[in-house]
């Protein structure tokens, strides 16, 4: 093995005191969800929101000083950037960050706020990680790999020594895949301490690379997923080995149980999760019953979401559960009966969010108008009242989806 | 004083391994916003999100065998109700719970999920309360105070020790107050443990209630606030001499910090705060000389919040800061308009969300029409770059407010 459970120590010792221990708590509500007995590693309350933190403090550590002097590079478009960003300023270490010009330009200048020189060029990752490349070589510069280095993983690995400190009952580790950094080294730490302990590894379906190189598979990888943070492409080459050896099996997860993990870690947990940082629960949520009356640990390894995205998210959630729900009447055009439906719905409790007129569509007639009214009800058995009341006064309600005009 | 520290340490010893010790973690954004040294204790955390369980936990603990077989009674529309009805279960005491019929019907399946009878009554609060000491001398029930008890105030208490064990050079503590329970607690335990710290309360501008007991004051309580935690029109009996003694003063805070706190800890910290729960950093933001410098413990009190005005609220801030705009367009009525409009946005990197036509303005011709659009920008100056680029098109664009639909 490259990497082991004294590496794992030594980094641990490296990061006290500048790399937050972040809590390890019991998740009753997800729990209950789940038919397990959760437990949540808070990795989103470090201070740039993600466990890769853990890594690059390790890896920046450890540089000679001529490597200081020198500076370091790395290529990402998302935590990892502000993770070398953040230790880098702390240890007095210049970082160049290559993002491809597609990045959001919140993270362009979060990136930037913490002191580094970001450079935006390529269009994908892989013409930004050729640029990276090039550029770490003119100017003799210290790549740090997001997750392909042995110091990296060892920082990673940390997580698990602090979680089985604080719950050593565990029986099975939750850990999401993306280049395998993080789950390559929490069970490297995990089975060293408690070798009877399962890792279970969570990949987007979208971008199942771990999963391909693990099973020989060639399943497709791409696709616009809510779990940008592990859209890798290759596993890793010191990451591979480590997750064939120790890791039980990897969960794929439809972008679904993402989309619903997120919004679990908000009404359930209260705090937030990117779909990456959620990929844990989704496996769960995937697959209850490899779970259930097991007691999980789970690595939220990340809060970094574009808050409109979650913003839509929660009420593509309520439009799911009939809590916010859009009719389509058809309605006579003539003064008043705006009032008259507005005045039923409230009389049936409900309230409404957005309304629409058309005159236009040819199945009404010419005096009459389609009304599309998007509310928010209490739950499916209300809006079920709701559409039996309309149709009883004759307004012939069709139910449309996607109502919510937030998405 | 009628709490005494002793009162709540013997209260800690009674709530240990029953209610969860919270994180107290760091909060570098939170710091970089307010220019003080803040830290955030994270009681929404807890099994039902609040920090209510600590009072109801004491409470239930310290009565007798003759009470708890009568069973307790509770009013509260919110997180009380979730307290007294866990930990009732758990000590398998039985609870009844009053709500007013207006609430929310999410906290009514919550508390009844949590084993405890719920009895809706009452338009008001005041209504309700009524009915629930009717219930409570008709079935001869204890009754279980939300702050004016000497028991929960002692329970409440236990977050200051907390806070002061994980960090106890703190300066100041802020405190949301509503009835007063939290702050009185609290103000009693961290003066006790260090006379020298200053405790600050925040109220919502709406419900000034212990201001005005302690001013003498008699501004106006009511209205619509989304710190619905802490709109209580009257201070207690037991909690305001204790203020009176040892809070250093109250900041209120309007409702646009509030709903700017919340946003905050939303996007900064990555949790959820109900309105209530990020009063204290509410009052941070609208007095901010007042900590600057200082080391500041927030109590992040509850996170309780509907999710679909948790969304609404991240979408009003990116309006606020220009990353969700809205334009109504003056645009000849034929076709292939809409597809050169839309094509040049894309050009200049905004992001459609929504598009509307209208033709019934009589301030266009009668061929013309107007075109609002919504869109998703980087920041204020991208907004400016796009306004002036549809203006030179000759679209006469004017900004809308509010554009986003979903409020």
């Given at each position: ?18 790399v ?8 009753p ?5 789940t038919?397990a ?17 853990r890594?690059?403090?390790v ?11 020198r ?13 070398v960003?953040?230790?880098a ?5 210049h970082?160049t ?7 959001p330009?919140?993270k362009?200048?979060?990136?930037e ?6 450079v ?12 990276a490349?090039?550029?770490a070589a ?11 280095d042995?110091?990296v993983?060892?920082g ?7 979680m ?17 950094g ?15 302990i ?8 979208l ?8 099973h ?8 616009a ?13 010191l ?13 794929l997860v ?7 993990a997120?919004n ?5 947990q ?13 496996g769960?949520?995937a ?5 259930a009356g097991?007691?999980?640990?789970l ?7 574009d ?12 439009e ?11 309605i ?15 009389e ?7 309304v629409a007129h ?6 009404v ?14 739950d499916?058995?209300?809006?079920e009242?709701?559409l ?6 004759g ?13």
């Open positions: 093995m490259t990497i082991t459970l004294a590496d794992i120590k030594r980094a641990r010792r490296t990061i006290a005191g500048h937050l221990r972040t809590p390890m708590l019991p998740a509500p997800l729990s209950a969800l038919g007995d959760v437990y949540v590693k808070y990795e989103n309350l470090q201070v740039t929101n993600s466990f890769k933190e890594g690059a403090c890896k920046l550590a450890v540089l000679s000083a001529d490597e200081r002097r500076g370091v590079i790395a290529m990402s478009a998302g935590n990892h950037a502000q993770a960003a953040y230790h300023r702390r240890l007095s270490i970082a960050i290559v993002m491809p010009v597609t990045t330009f919140v362009v200048k979060a990136t706020a913490l002191g580094a020189t970001v935006l060029s390529g269009e994908t990752v892989m013409e930004a990680q050729i640029r490349e090039a550029i003119e100017r003799d510069l210290v790549w740090v790999h997001p997750y392909d042995a110091e993983i060892a990673q690995g940390t997580i698990a020594l602090e089985l400190e604080d719950v050593p009952d565990l029986d099975i580790l939750v850990i999401p895949i993306g280049g395998g993080l789950i390559a080294g929490n069970a490297v730490a995990a089975r060293g301490v408690k070798p009877e399962e890792i279970v590894g969570v990949e987007s379906a971008f199942p690379s771990m999963w391909n190189a693990i020989r598979g060639n399943r497709p990888c791409g696709g997923t809510l779990a940008e943070g592990i859209a890798v492409a290759k596993a890793g080459t990451t591979l080995p480590i997750v064939r050896e120790l890791v039980a099996d990897i969960v439809e972008e679904i149980f993402i989309e619903r997120v679990c870690f908000l009404t359930l209260k705090t937030i999760a990117e779909g990456a940082g959620a990929a844990g629960l989704a769960m949520l697959a209850p019953e490899r779970f097991r007691k999980v640990g690595i939220l390894c990340g809060g970094n979401i808050p409109r995205i979650l913003a839509s998210i929660v009420v593509r959630e309520l799911r559960e009939d809590r916010v729900v859009s009719f389509r009447l058809t006579p055009d003539r003064p008043g009966v705006l009032g008259q439906i507005a005045g039923r719905l409230g049936l409790g409900a309230n409404i969010l957005d058309h005159r236009l569509f040819l199945d007639p010419a005096k009459g108008a389609k009304l599309d009214i998007t509310m928010e009800t209490r499916a058995a209300h809006a009242e709701i039996r009341a309309l149709t009883a006064d307004y012939a309600p069709e139910r449309m989806r996607s109502g919510a005009t937030l998405q």
